[in-house]
């Protein structure tokens, strides 16, 4: 009895606030996304409906893989929501939706969107798209559900917010003075952006784009580097030579750590337990146990090292050689330097793919970016790109590549030739 009371009493307040007759949301239209993947690749999809009463909605999608959504939160009426989802096995699969209001009436399900899923083989080796954003593009990273990317400008001193669904830029953040390079956190709640000329890095929240912090660093911040468990941030100081470590609960620095002469480029390893700096003018690597915030080893690497990147695994670290227009290979197990890979013209950024064994060179000088496959180090494509090509960034599920293109205002997206109808509409 007491339930049956509730429920009318529910009923009863969602009339009266609605001002109309209780009905169940509107059967959703096909949810967006799209129409081919591969395994183990996450695919995002975008639904909406209308509630006849204008009542909040939540949205769960059905995979057509025997795997149910949870029910997303409630959102107005009218308002897209988007999910993520991978496939464990090839097939062709139908993805569906349905809605319910706050009031716990439930539309029916949705018609399907048909998708292929495939063994994904390969890399990425195509331009889908070009982005115009305008500004100086310097610096690049994407979130990890790869929902947006975000990009530093450096000579309008702001990050520009651009929708991976639409290839649009959708928002801009007013950073610091020349923000130069940008990283996200690996929860995709933040996006740093290291501000060179203000010497500071701004905090950028991504749910709602504002800055909720500002850290003052050394002279000429350039690189930076997030530990993967999200506690700390490490930031290379050119004009100081040192290392800031900033502590993410409250935005603070805690250390600074003395390494080589103008560190640029700075990576850790997967577990967190070093972090690499290129020092340019060294010419030199450093390695920081974090631990103790202490270097435990200096590596000689000719050629104006520059930006710097570590294997999935753990056991070699990538460094660009500007000068030499080549990659010094570094095995971590002894900190020796391995080999020397011939790239592009003044090779700068670098990026792993998440879930492959490639790494990602820019060339700016030829306006290309390189492909070495770590298996046995060798070059296996060379994709051209926007001009001067500077940082390079991947989507978490290593199906997306972004280039900040400094000489023609743009982003170049690089995705899988197979997919490139799908990700161009999408």
């Given at each position: 009895m007491r339930s049956l009371l509730l429920m009318t009493a529910v009923l009863l307040f969602g009339a009266a606030l609605t001002g109309c007759s209780i009905l169940p949301p509107n059967t959703p239209e096909e949810p967006t996304g799209p129409s081919h993947g591969?395994?183990?690749?996450?695919?995002?999809?975008?639904t909406v409906t209308e509630d006849p009463c204008r009542?909040?909605?939540?949205?769960?999608?059905?995979?057509?893989?025997?795997?149910?959504?949870?029910?997303?939160?409630?959102?107005?009426?009218?308002?897209?929501?988007?999910?993520?989802?991978?496939?464990?096995?090839?097939?062709?699969?139908?993805?569906?939706?349905?809605?319910?209001?706050?009031?716990?009436?439930?539309?029916?399900?949705?018609?399907?969107?048909?998708?292929?899923?495939?063994?994904?083989?390969?890399?990425?080796?195509?331009?889908?798209?070009?982005?115009p954003v305008g500004g100086d593009p310097h610096g690049i990273t994407c979130l990890p559900d790869g929902r947006f990317v975000y990009v530093g400008n450096e000579t309008v001193n702001l990050v520009f917010v651009v929708n991976?669904?639409?290839?649009?830029?959708?928002?801009?953040?007013?950073?610091?003075?020349?923000?130069?390079?940008?990283?996200?956190?690996?929860?995709?709640?933040?996006?740093?952006?290291?501000?060179?000329?203000?010497?500071?890095v701004s905090v950028i929240r991504t749910s709602d784009n504002a800055v909720v912090a500002t850290t003052a660093v050394g002279?000429?911040?350039?690189?930076i580097a997030p530990l993967p468990n999200g506690q700390y941030v490490?930031?290379?100081?050119?004009?100081?030579?040192?290392?800031?470590?900033?502590?993410?609960?409250?935005?603070?620095?805690?250390?600074?750590?003395p390494v080589g002469v103008q560190p640029r480029?700075?990576?850790?390893l997967p577990d967190g337990s070093l972090v690499y700096t290129a020092n340019a003018d060294g010419p030199s690597v450093s390695v920081i146990r974090t631990s103790d915030n202490t270097v435990i080893a200096t590596i000689p690497v000719p050629g104006y090292p520059h930006r710097i990147t570590a294997s999935?695994?753990?056991?070699y670290v990538y460094a660009v050689q500007a000068n030499l227009n080549s990659v010094a290979v570094i095995r971590v197990a002894d900190n020796t330097v391995v080999g020397s890979i011939p790239v592009g013209s003044g090779p700068c950024g670098s990026c792993w793919l998440p879930g492959g064994s490639y790494v990602y060179v820019t060339n700016p000088g030829s306006?290309?970016?390189?492909?070495?496959?770590?298996?046995?180090?060798?070059?296996?494509?060379?994709?051209?790109?926007?001009?001067?090509?500077?940082?390079?960034?991947?989507?978490?599920?290593?199906?997306?590549?972004?280039?900040?293109?400094?000489?023609?205002?743009?982003?170049?997206v690089i995705g899988f030739r197979e997919l490139a109808g799908d990700q161009a509409a999408h």
């Open positions: 591969y395994t183990g690749v996450t695919c995002s999809f975008t009542c909040p909605v939540a949205y769960r999608l059905y995979w057509g893989d025997g795997q149910v959504s949870d029910w997303s939160d409630f959102v107005s009426s009218g308002t897209p929501v988007t999910m993520l989802h991978a496939w464990d096995s090839a097939g062709v699969y139908q993805v569906s939706s349905q809605a319910r209001n706050v009031l716990g009436l439930m539309s029916g399900i949705s018609p399907a969107h048909g998708l292929v899923i495939s063994d994904r083989t390969g890399y990425p080796d195509t331009v889908v798209a070009t982005i991976t669904a639409t290839n649009m830029v959708v928002d801009s953040v007013v950073c610091g003075q020349s923000p130069w390079s940008v990283a996200s956190s690996p929860d995709g709640q933040y996006v740093y952006a290291v501000n060179l000329r203000s010497a500071d002279q000429s911040p350039h690189g490490y930031v290379a100081n050119i004009d100081v030579n040192s290392v800031s470590v900033i502590r993410t609960s409250d935005f603070t620095v805690v250390a600074t750590v480029g700075i990576c850790c999935a695994d753990g056991q306006s290309s970016v390189t492909v070495i496959r770590t298996t046995d180090n060798t070059v296996v494509a060379t994709i051209p790109v926007g001009s001067g090509a500077r940082a390079i960034a991947a989507d978490g599920a290593g199906q997306r590549l972004y280039t900040a293109d400094r000489s023609s205002r743009t982003v170049s």
